[in-house]
């Protein structure tokens, strides 16, 4: 008779392209979260979840028009042995259903709305190195406002974070206008304000080369902009086809930054000629220089940066783009910049594809996971979580007595747990409590039960002396001390405050 195969166990895995946080990881984000929260409330912006899955037709025109709406998205058919269910997935950002909550309930939410926005999206892309399928975005925009002043708030509002989070000296955010530089394509010759979908392939060639102004340099861009360029494999990438001096009016535009914005202004001024949306962007980047400079935010922090594109097709007036400018190691040793964190602009279509009508909106999306590895490089990653007190078990029958010791501490503020495995071997206990990252033991045996005494065990300090013996500062506090039962609390407070 034939044996009965055995069903597969399922392998113990995640995802491709998706990772576990586990606890420290965990915490450091939400410090770093709660951090950025309480700038977003200062200004008086108030916290909004939405649903991690909307449908594709909320979704819209971001996704790839495709047959099967789940390229780039994760999304299923509601119904599908008939058909006709609707298309979910899961959002993608935290944009899109922003504009559908703008939409939804715009009868009941004030106009301005300010919200921030702080979770997990997914998007169904080839994962790579450091680049995962699902990853925390975390979001500030204000909807209903068509004044440049909401642009400027964003701005300021950004530096602050960086400020709280101990970069200060370390950023720069560079704003730059979508507006001007339809108008300096105006002027190259790439944009008929009659008909704009006319030469919008050499619009995007011209972004995407300005785009690479930092790694190919300005002769890169000119090749670009031209004929086009070869790089150093032979592989040859078609230009633009601009003449020689409408590529130079695009060369002068990203090279127009001055040292504040309004003498930059000035420099777009003169280049975006007659152009009437040209002239619109640039009074609008006067403003924003104005606002921010009355409010004390200089060129140190805030610039006007023409050179920014960030995807200028989805935006519609001014952008913005934080970096952090200390010096890091690449993979191959080499010195460079961190580079950019956050990005957003005023994106006042977005709405409209509910309501029919123009809503103005801004913000701005912070990368969370860039963020976080940013502050790790700077050396101000947070150390690993402490554990918490563990109450080890000497005698099962007084389990009662060791879960009121850690009711006690808990009672306290103190982070405490009593040791639930098998507590025959007690060395088993206090390998439990240093993976667990405890910093103090305690331990009640038949003696000490009778005497009403604990002992106290100090894992932290046990560490540091078997790390260097002869430490100075710890020669007066033992390792282990017996107080009375009473005491149990007071005592470890002390050991966790540390030496004073």
């Known amino acids: 008779m034939a044996k009965t195969k055995?069903?597969?166990r399922p392998r113990a895995?995640?995802?491709?392209?998706?990772?576990?946080?586990?606890?420290?990881?965990?915490?450091?984000?939400?410090a770093m979260l709660d951090t950025i929260a309480r700038v977003y409330h200062r200004y008086g912006f108030d916290p909004l979840e939405t649903s991690a899955v909307e449908t594709v037709e909320a979704l819209g025109k971001f996704l790839p028009d495709v047959d099967r709406p789940n390229a780039g998205v994760f999304a299923w058919q509601e119904g599908e042995e008939d058909g006709r269910g609707d298309w979910l997935a899961l959002r993608y950002d935290l944009t899109a259903p922003l504009a559908r909550v703008a939409a939804q309930y715009r009868n009941d939410l004030p106009s301005p709305y300010r919200r921030y926005a702080m979770g997990p999206v997914w998007r169904n892309e080839k994962p790579g190195p450091g680049r995962f399928r699902q990853f925390y975005q975390c979001d500030a925009d204000t909807v209903g406002s068509g004044s440049v002043a909401a642009d400027a708030e964003i701005c300021a509002m950004l530096a602050d974070v960086f400020e709280a989070l101990g970069l200060a000296g370390d950023y720069v955010v560079r704003i730059n206008n979508r507006k001007v530089l339809n108008g300096v394509m105006e002027v190259a010759g790439i944009l008929d304000p009659s008909n704009p979908e006319k030469f919008a392939h050499e619009r995007g060639i011209v972004l995407r080369a300005i785009d690479k102004l930092d790694r190919l340099g300005a002769d890169g861009v000119r090749a670009l902009l031209g004929e086009g360029r070869r790089d150093e494999s032979g592989d040859f990438t078609k230009g633009a086809g601009l003449s020689e001096t409408r590529a130079e009016v695009v060369l002068a535009f990203v090279a127009a930054r001055r040292d504040t914005g309004a003498e930059t202004a000035r420099v777009l001024r003169g280049l975006v000629g007659g152009s009437k949306i040209g002239m619109d962007g640039v009074d609008e980047l006067e403003e924003i220089a104005a606002l921010l400079d009355a409010q004390g935010y200089g060129p140190d922090r805030i610039i006007i940066d023409p050179s920014v594109v960030r995807g200028l097709g989805y935006y519609t007036g001014p952008?913005?783009?934080?970096?952090?400018?200390?010096?890091i190691l690449d993979d191959k040793g080499r010195k460079r910049q961190f580079g950019s964190v956050a990005g957003g602009g005023r994106y006042d279509d977005l709405v409209k594809r509910f309501t029919g009508q123009a809503v103005p909106a801004t913000g701005v999306s912070i990368g969370v996971d860039r963020l976080l590895a940013a502050l790790a490089a700077r050396g101000q990653a947070q150390e690993a979580a402490q554990g918490p007190v563990v109450v080890t078990v000497m005698d099962r029958t007084r389990m009662a007595d060791y879960q009121a010791m850690?009711?006690?501490?808990?009672?306290?503020?103190?982070r405490a747990e009593v040791y639930l495995g098998n507590p025959k071997n007690f060395g088993?206990?206090?390998?439990?409590?240093?993976?667990?990252?405890?910093?103090?033991?305690?331990?009640?045996g038949e003696d000490e039960a009778a005497r009403g005494v604990v002992q106290i065990k100090d894992l932290v300090l046990g560490a540091k002396i078997a790390e260097n013996a002869t430490l100075e500062e710890w020669k007066a506090r033992p390792a282990q001390q017996e107080v009375a039962r009473e005491d149990l609390v007071g005592a470890v407070q002390r050991i966790l405050d540390g030496p004073t």
Do not use: C, H, M, W
């Open 406 to 414: 850690a009711s006690d501490l808990r009672r306290a503020g103190i």
């Open 13 to 30: 895995e995640t995802p491709k392209g998706f990772r576990d946080y586990f606890g420290a990881e965990v915490t450091a984000r939400k």
């Open 428 to 444: 088993n206990q206090l390998k439990y409590a240093d993976k667990r990252g405890a910093p103090v033991a305690i331990i009640q």
């Open 6 to 8: 055995a069903p597969r």
């Open 319 to 327: 952008v913005y783009e934080a970096e952090l400018t200390f010096e």
